[in-house]
């Protein structure tokens, strides 16, 4: 039985390959047989129109007044310029057949691929018990008043939780709560809010050895989508107060003493949300302040020195580091665990959270045609993106602003973000969605040897195929 099992997979790993490589091929031909020569000329408007658009969308941001007009006429026009040349030729079908096609040969390519995987990097889980008394902090306010949607307060109430809610009208530092919380006996910390008061509660918890539980009621809740929880439900993430819970090992970012369980971000954007005037209108803020800071005549020159993991080292290894100077860039984002960067659908996803390196991506654009070259992604020239254990970010000024899980900060330069590996003790539900397996990039190579395949050789030659097992459980308790 288990043998005719295999031999399924691997049959459908050969059709999906061969699929694959076929409506390539034949989304290439389509153009070529209906068009001709008139075919190559679609391409090339195709990728004129393209960087045309991109090119207007920067002038947009870095231009005022008459210019900037222009510039959102032209950003409109070109695409639909395309199009009208498209059909003109009587081309646009052929278009929209092709795109197609590509689409499915991308589609079935992946699947394929995903198929031969060996592994799935997945955080190992530690079965401890339920804590005896967990110290919830909730932001009545946080995701549009989840708090009181979902009877967060009441539930976890029930299950033994002591609840604090933040008073709308009044500031309150959430670390002296935590921090007096811990004196109080408190074995569990956990915040029902945004992403900023998750970090500042983690940084206590991490601090003194307890575990830290997200209640996803903040309006992105990034972190609490990569640790795998439903963010649809923010109810279910207080299971994990009961036995069924399970804790995870994850890693800090800090920015100088500042944590952050998602990313710092430096430059123009940081700029941007430190004005009085961006919470009331966000757009208007944005397109009043780009212009300068896009073309330095505002804003901090930055440097950040990255001390890279060199190819030997590999994420949480220990291996070798070498040093980059990343010079000028409008924007940097130093993040807690890289980002996906070979998938447009997996960008904003981090595959784990305790790689022990920080991920680190800087944009650098100087004119309309470096902003086009951006289509180009990783291998673009104003796109730097990197690993690190160790970032220092430097100005031409003794302060600049930066915003640590969307907090605006103004801290003093320089600026050392750093990762703590392991640090955090997360407690999440033993049962919840978990963390969507990443498709791997497309490696057209691998899918010729695939299609071509027969029967094992389909498979990686030392590994068999294995079947999908449930998440690996330590029934230790971890070390503080």
């Excluded at 003109?88 to 079935?108: M, Y």
């Excluded at 804590?131 to 949607?149: D, H, Q």
């Excluded at 990255?306 to 924007?331: I, K, N, R, S």
């Excluded at 730097?384 to 302060?399: C, G, H």
Aim: hydrophobic fraction near 45%.
């Amino acid at each position: 039985m288990g043998l005719d099992l295999d031999a399924r997979a691997h049959a459908r790993q050969r059709w999906a390959a061969r699929s694959a490589l076929t409506a390539a091929g034949a989304a290439v031909l389509l153009p070529l047989a209906f068009g001709g020569f008139a075919s190559l000329l679609l391409v090339a408007a195709g990728a004129l129109g393209t960087a045309v658009t991109v090119a207007a969308l920067w002038w947009v941001l870095t231009l005022r007044g008459p210019s900037r007009a222009a510039a959102v006429a032209l950003a409109a026009t070109t695409p639909a310029a395309v199009v009208w040349f498209f059909a003109a030729e009587n081309l646009l079908w052929v278009v929209i057949a092709s795109l197609t096609l590509w689409a499915f040969a991308v589609w079935a390519g992946k699947f394929a691929l995903s198929s031969t995987r060996s592994h799935t990097v997945s955080v190992r889980e530690h079965r401890t018990p339920a804590p005896a008394s967990p110290f919830l902090i909730m932001n009545p306010r946080s995701g549009g008043g989840k708090v009181e949607r979902f009877g967060l307060k009441e539930k976890a109430e029930k299950l033994g939780a002591r609840v604090h809610l933040l008073d709308p009208d009044t500031h309150e530092d959430v670390t002296v709560l935590a921090r007096r919380a811990v004196a109080d006996g408190a074995d569990l910390l956990g915040v029902a809010g945004g992403d900023g008061t998750q970090a500042l509660v983690a940084a206590v918890a991490a601090e003194h050895g307890l575990p830290f539980l997200v209640v996803s009621a903040g309006t992105r809740n990034h972190f609490a989508m990569d640790l795998g929880l439903d963010r649809n439900d923010p109810a279910a993430s207080l299971d994990a107060l009961t036995d069924d819970g399970v804790e995870l090992r994850v890693d800090l970012g800090f920015a100088d003493t500042h944590p952050f369980v998602n990313n710092a971000s430096f430059g123009a954007y940081a700029v941007v949300v430190q004005s009085p005037e961006y919470r009331d209108d966000k757009v208007r803020t944005t397109l009043e302040l780009l212009p300068e800071l896009l073309t330095h005549q505002k804003g901090p020159r930055l440097t950040a020195r990255v001390e890279e993991t060199g190819p030997a080292a590999g994420p949480g290894t220990g291996g070798a580091t070498a040093a980059t100077v990343v010079d000028g860039p409008q924007a940097l984002l130093v993040s807690n665990n890289p980002y996906r960067m070979d998938d447009p659908a997996g960008l904003g996803y981090r595959e784990r959270l305790e790689s022990g390196v920080l991920g680190v991506l800087g944009v650098r654009v100087e004119n309309a045609a470096e902003a086009a070259g951006l289509l180009l992604g990783r291998h673009s020239t104003g796109l730097t993106v990197l690993t690190a254990r160790e970032v220092v970010v430097d100005a031409d000024r003794p302060e600049i602003e930066v915003g640590v899980d969307g907090e605006a900060l103004m801290l003093p330069t320089p600026v050392r973000c750093r990762i703590e590996p392991g640090a955090l003790r997360v407690r999440v539900p033993g049962n919840r969605p978990g963390v969507p397996e990443p498709k791997p990039p497309m490696d057209w190579r691998r899918l010729r040897k695939l299609a071509a395949a027969v029967g094992r050789t389909a498979m990686p030659r030392h590994r068999a195929p294995q079947r999908e097992e449930p998440r690996p459980v330590d029934r230790t308790p971890p070390t503080a």
